[in-house]
């Protein structure tokens, strides 16, 4: 059975980083030729795709947000990390981390994060 | 970056309706396009990958066709579990991953 599953502070304050975790089972980042996704929501509004790791170390990231993402792997803790610098209000959304490459077939439930002073 | 649009924005329709989404990309993807389902508070759902294959679970009453930039969604006698909002979103090697504004259904 895959999961994924997210994790993080459900508010910041701006200027802060926000580190969020996406903990998986049921396949592997090591092996498996799949990557996780991290994609966001702002309330009432479309998916955003943010950032990728490919199985193979590979990483992308959206332009607009390049310079304030990184993502990383650790295999051995079935785990995939998301740091994003210089939070501000209009990065308030859910948080979503996804399996997949071209399309993306399992989903975590998401994580609110509010950012407010 | 590659642009989705989608119409309508909003659908009105009735149980048993037949519906169709459309997704235009700002320039060809090929047939690399997915199409997503997302219920209020909940993480979106495959529907369909590449453009018209049906991820596996997924009631045989959706559809996907298309290629190059314009890309349709059906659904055949649509059930009170679809009324939803759906995406489309796009891959391409160059401008990985993006998403169209949303399409959401709603009971008439």
């Known amino acids: 059975q895959i999961t994924l599953q997210e994790s993080g502070p459900t508010l910041v304050k701006p200027t802060q980083t926000l580190t969020l975790t996406c903990t998986y089972s049921g396949f592997s980042l090591s092996s498996d030729t799949v990557g996780v996704g991290w994609f966001r929501q702002p309330p009432g509004m479309a998916l955003e795709w943010l950032a990728f790791i490919h199985w193979n170390g590979d990483r992308r990231y959206s332009p607009s947000l390049k310079t304030r993402l990184t993502i990383a792997k650790d295999p051995s803790r079935n785990q995939v990390v998301l740091t994003m610098t210089n939070m501000d209000s209009v990065d308030t959304a859910t948080y979503f981390c996804?399996?997949?490459?071209?399309?993306?077939?399992?989903w975590g439930r998401g994580t609110l994060v509010t950012v407010s002073s | 970056d590659i642009q989705l649009t989608q119409s309508p924005s909003t659908l009105s329709a009735s149980v048993g309706d037949r519906v169709t989404i459309t997704c235009r990309a700002s320039q060809s993807i090929s047939t690399w396009l997915a199409w997503y389902q997302q219920q209020p508070g909940k993480a979106p759902k495959l529907l369909i990958y590449?453009?018209?294959s049906l991820q596996s679970g997924v009631p045989s009453r959706f559809s996907g066709s298309g290629s190059g930039t314009e890309f349709t969604l059906n659904i055949n006698s649509l059930q009170p579990d679809d009324f939803a909002t759906y995406y489309c979103q796009q891959y391409n090697s160059h401008s990985p991953w993006t998403f169209g504004q949303g399409t959401k259904v709603e009971i008439k």
């Open positions: 996804a399996r997949g490459t071209t399309d993306f077939d399992y």
């Open positions: 590449k453009a018209s």
